[in-house]
């Protein structure tokens, strides 16, 4: 492990600005130390980026998928290192460090890479009009990422802004810098252009992300974390009409009904509730089951709750992972002690563990069930983000549905249910950007993510991400003279 991290500019590494300690999460000691990039400091990334943009967008489409291409192989020469920062950063386990967050990092580059490489233009031929048209990237776009999965994250922004033919100047957030320092040795070492990759670090308000996004030099501005940072950042660059594209928070819900195979929604919403320790997104906060197995449901959810592994890390049966800040712990503790104090009953959990080790020094709560409180308490509004659910029974399918749908979120759904019409009829009545039947989190890069309400603006993956991240300029052509 480095004793500091720099940022990464015009292909080299920038050791300025002041700096600020990168805590562990499972003891909440220094791991090492994080330069923080001034104005001055993403001047110049903005610069590089600028410079570099001419030559890189003027390749052809598949010699930048073929270095989007590399960057993903590369990844899997350095995978021990990018397990290692990213364990380091976040505490999470080495199972699910090594099963999902480095390879989707890997897949976020080669299948970016294909799609843009076979990716048609359209044309129009109409009489003696021919109408097509040609992409263009944005520009220099600003890559915004949060501390939960930060290299899946932004590695999922920063391959399609590549493949666009887009230079970028990242900004991971400040509790996780790690894994993004292992990608710029990574772009260096294959040779990539110099300025098309740069990485900035610091914090957010007042600090480089607020300085990146304002910068004129910035074109578009792609960023995932919390609705009220993306609400800010809109406001931030209004003036400018930046393009932005937003996946933002969400305070999702999971439907049980009874013809559910419920070892399977059991098993299922364990993943959904409780993995990374609750802080995906995607994660399940309110869950709504069907009466005739609503006392069974939670009685067997809080029974596997009590069940999910404290290990370390480095432990390959470890699930439960610490919160990513002692601030974040204290949230989350927060909302255990107000559905206490909503009435709520607890099933599982409700507190943080204690370890007689090194990890009490650590950011750890318990994974927890609760029932009991009225829809609209805080508990059932807000995103938590931690190990933590709600779960209320209901009557009728569409009784579940509109307690689902009232919510000022709208990222994803799952529902449970062995009966294919319902599946179909449920999942279409969600006012959500992504629905879950009988699974969670199973992703095809392919598709449209994102969310609705305020879960975000715009849709990212497959093709979806390209339209993004770039800009179609129309040309019409007239084949014969005449009149128009
Ligand atoms: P956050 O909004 O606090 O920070 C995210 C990033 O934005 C960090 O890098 C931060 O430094 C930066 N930032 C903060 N204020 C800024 C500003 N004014 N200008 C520019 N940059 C700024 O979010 P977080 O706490 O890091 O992440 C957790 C949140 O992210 C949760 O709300 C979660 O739901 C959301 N999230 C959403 C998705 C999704 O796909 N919809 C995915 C992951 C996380
Ligand atoms: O899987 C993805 O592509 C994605 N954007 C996941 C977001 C997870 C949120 O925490």
Redesign the pocket.
């Known amino acids: 492990m480095p004793d500091q991290v720099t940022h990464f500019i015009g292909g080299v590494p920038v050791a300025e600005g002041a700096t600020f300690a990168a805590c562990d999460p499972v003891t909440g000691r220094q791991i090492y130390r994080v330069h923080e990039a001034d104005r001055d400091v993403v001047d110049r990334a903005v610069a590089a980026a600028r410079a570099a943009l001419p030559g890189w967008a003027a390749l052809p489409a598949a010699e930048r998928a073929a270095w989007t291409r590399r960057l993903g192989d590369a990844i899997e020469e350095r995978f021990e290192d990018l397990v290692a920062a990213e364990i380091a950063d976040t505490g999470k386990s080495v199972t699910q460090t090594r099963t999902l967050d480095i390879p989707r990092g890997a897949a976020n580059f080669r299948s970016f890479a294909e799609i843009a490489a076979q990716r048609p233009d359209s044309a129009f031929h109409l009489a003696d009009v021919l109408s097509y048209t040609v992409r263009r990237p944005l520009g220099v776009v600003a890559v915004?990422?949060?501390?939960?999965?930060p290299f899946l994250?932004a590695t999922w922004k920063i391959g399609p802004a590549l493949a666009a033919g887009n230079t970028v100047v990242v900004?991971?957030?400040?509790?996780t810098p790690g894994s993004m320092a292992v990608l710029a040795g990574i772009a260096a070492s294959i040779g990539l252009p110099p300025g098309v990759l740069n990485v900035v670090n610091g914090?957010?308000?007042g600090s480089t992300?607020?300085f990146?996004?304002e910068h004129p030099g910035v074109d578009a501005v792609t960023?995932?974390?919390?609705?009220r940072?993306?609400s800010?950042?809109m406001k931030?660059v209004a003036d400018r009409v930046k393009p932005v594209s937003f996946?933002?928070?969400?305070k999702n819900a999971g439907l049980v009904f009874a013809d559910a195979d419920l070892d399977a929604a059991v098993e299922g919403c364990v993943r959904s509730v409780f993995t990374n320790g609750g802080q995906?997104?995607?994660c399940t906060e309110r869950l709504y089951v069907e009466r005739p197995v609503f006392a069974e449901f939670v009685a067997r959810l809080a029974g596997r709750a009590r069940e999910l592994a404290f290990g370390r890390p480095e432990d390959e049966d470890t699930v439960m992972m610490p919160m990513i800040s002692a601030e974040h712990r204290d949230k989350v503790l927060s909302y255990y002690a107000l559905a206490g104090d909503e009435g709520a009953e607890i099933h599982a959990g409700g507190g943080a563990p204690r370890f007689g080790d090194e990890r009490d020094g650590g950011y750890y709560v318990e994974p927890t069930v609760l029932t009991g409180l009225p829809h609209d308490s805080r508990v059932n509004r807000e995103?938590i983000?931690g190990p933590v659910c709600h779960v209320a029974p209901f009557d009728t399918e569409a009784e579940a549905v509109a307690l689902a749908n009232d919510s000022e979120y709208g990222?994803a759904a799952t529902v449970w249910t062995s009966s294919l019409g319902r599946a179909h009829r449920v999942a279409q009545s969600l006012e959500t950007g992504l629905v879950w039947v009988n699974t969670w989190y199973l992703r095809d890069l392919r598709t449209p993510f994102?969310?609705v309400k305020l879960?975000?603006i715009g849709r990212e993956g497959g093709t979806h991400s390209l339209d993004f991240y770039s800009e179609p300029t129309t040309i019409t052509i007239k084949l014969e003279p005449g009149h128009d």
């Open positions: 915004i990422v949060p501390w939960n999965l994250l900004k991971p957030s400040e509790h914090f957010g308000p992300g607020q990146l996004v960023f995932t974390g919390e609705s940072t993306g800010s950042i931030s996946e933002l928070g969400g995906v997104c995607l995103e983000f990222l994102g969310g879960s975000g």
